[in-house]
């Protein structure tokens, strides 16, 4: 903190890398299935492109599709945080968007709680990370 307050520096987080199969399913998914928005596709070379989405309406961080390239990089798709959450994505109405995930048939890992913090249910995008869509307490 006393860095921080010192400093004063204008920084925020950009984009979040996600390890995925392959550019155009994950490009499918999370602009026909999930409520976001494609921001950028430019390839950058005949296997690699930089392809940024967010959901709609947000000016927050984008989720990088990163496509796996190696062995490796392609056993973590999916796992990225050991079985985790990974992602939380904020509404600001969550019957909305709880009823949004059912219609396009997204896997609900945990059905939908009131906690200290909001309403939370965990959903499952197409390779299996886990997501909390929380509606945050007033």
């Not at 596709?41 to 496509?67: H, I, Y």
């Amino acid at each position: 903190m006393r860095y921080i307050e010192q400093k004063k520096m204008k920084t925020f987080l950009a984009h979040i890398a996600i390890v995925v199969h392959d550019y155009d399913e994950a490009i499918t998914f999370y602009t026909q299935r999930l409520p976001f928005e494609l921001v950028e596709d430019t390839p950058l070379s005949a296997t690699k492109r930089w392809v940024l989405v967010r959901p709609k309406g947000s000016e927050g961080a984008c989720l990088l599709l990163a496509k796996a390239a190696n062995d490796e990089q392609r056993s973590r798709v999916g796992n990225q945080t050991g079985g985790r959450v990974f992602l939380f994505l904020h509404t600001d109405n969550f019957e909305r968007d709880y009823e949004g995930l059912i219609a396009q048939q997204i896997k609900i890992v945990r059905e939908p709680t009131v906690e200290s913090y909001g309403k939370v249910a965990v959903f499952a995008d197409l390779y299996g990370n886990l997501w909390d869509l929380i509606e945050p307490r007033k």
